[in-house]
């Protein structure tokens, strides 16, 4: 049986919501720190809230759960982790162990817990990881190499290089992309925008708005992907002229897709926001056949989410259970509508609604995960100059 701590405020709003949206919409899927990579209900994947969060966060979200030793495999994942119930019941039943879920907060407060407890772990395995941090934890030592055998052919375009690809393992990803609301650019007339460089036009002034890059891991998704659309040495003017052009910041997904995006079921005046490229089959209206709102495919930055055998564990066969059971078919099937990401093993069938209206980035924008890890700091600290004064 699968036992959870409770799970945080934003996340369960997110999750709430998401379920609302396909109540009423007949479709949608998400996760953001709210983090539609997770969190959300709607259109954000299961998010990795608070990216920026301070290395003391994760001391404060983690109890100290004993790892397992007598028949039960601990995961740590973040707090937008979640699986059918019958899928757990079923891997206890297959392999003879009780999982224990200890959520960890979002993905940065767990990859900061990770790496404080390098070598002795309060879990077995983790699942979560995302790019933005996968070289740190690598870099500290804190997990066991393995690779589970006979995995999909299409797990090697999310494998990260140098050698960590031995220590974490893809099983899901989501690209994290600007959306507009089509209806409302069609109502007034106006020519939507179809890039980055765009949203510094004038006729697009006071349109846009995006959760902030230190407290919510979309925001730093978008971050990363104006630093890798324009360079090291570039970004800050693009970020003044985004700025001066009557951007909002908030602190999180859900205020910018609920609150102030036209089309995010409030009462917004902004038809331009950040979110993913999943969030439109959430805004198909009842009765209705296509959605509202488009991702803009050309502004992506891609989140892939990995599971990793934790070092010092004292059950490392369990951990490896956990994680070939993560990339096993039934759970990759399970997280479209989990945790609103796409699944790594690109055989298994997405959800209709998914086939139809949740397109991927065929060319989504990358930075190196070991330069994010070495400039990350320093990045945060010059955007929070230009963004929040």
């Known amino acids: 049986m699968i036992h959870t701590r409770p799970r945080r405020t934003t996340t369960i709003l997110t999750l709430a919501l998401a379920t609302g949206l396909v109540l009423t919409s007949c479709t949608l899927t998400g996760g953001d720190d709210d983090e539609p990579t997770g969190d959300q209900a709607a259109p954000a994947p299961s998010e990795s809230q608070e990216p920026g969060a ?27 982790f979640t699986l059918p119930g019958e899928l757990v019941a079923a891997f206890e039943a297959d392999t003879g162990y009780d999982l224990e879920v200890q959520l960890s907060g979002d993905a940065g407060q767990m990859a900061n817990q990770i790496v404080l407890t390098a070598g002795n772990p309060t879990a077995d395995v983790v699942f979560g990881i995302d790019t933005t941090f996968a070289t740190r934890v690598v870099g500290a030592e804190a997990l066991e190499a393995y690779r589970p055998e006979g995995l999909p052919e299409s797990v090697e375009e999310h494998d990260l290089a140098e050698g960590a690809e031995a220590y974490l393992t893809p099983v899901d990803y989501g690209d994290v992309c600007v959306n507009i609301d089509s209806v409302w650019f069609a109502n007034q007339g106006i020519e939507p925008p179809q890039s980055l460089a765009d949203l510094t036009d004038p006729a697009y002034e006071d349109l846009f708005v995006t959760p902030g890059a230190s407290t919510s891991s979309p925001g730093l998704a978008f971050l990363l992907a104006t630093i890798g659309e324009f360079g090291p040495g570039e970004w800050q003017g693009y970020w003044e002229d985004l700025m001066a052009n009557g951007a909002k910041v908030t602190s999180g997904w859900t205020d910018a897709y609920t609150v102030d995006f036209t089309a995010g079921g409030g009462d917004g005046d902004r038809p331009i926001v950040l979110s993913y490229a999943s969030s439109p089959p959430f805004t198909i209206p009842d009765g209705g056949f296509e959605p509202t709102t488009r991702a803009l495919l050309d502004t992506c930055f891609r989140q892939v989410e990995y599971a990793g055998v934790l070092a010092g564990t004292d059950n490392p066969e369990g951990a490896q259970a956990v994680v070939d059971w993560l990339l096993s078919p039934d759970v990759q099937a399970a997280i479209p509508d989990s945790m609103y990401v796409f699944p790594v093993d690109d055989t298994v069938a997405l959800p209709d609604l998914w086939s139809q209206w949740a397109q991927v980035a065929e060319d989504p924008i990358v930075v190196s995960p070991r330069q994010i890890e070495a400039e990350r700091e320093t990045w945060l600290r010059e955007w929070a100059d230009i963004a929040t004064g």
């Open 54 to 80: 301070d290395d003391d966060a994760a001391t404060a979200t983690a109890p100290a759960p004993t790892p397992a030793d007598t028949g039960t495999v601990v995961l740590a994942a973040h707090d937008s």
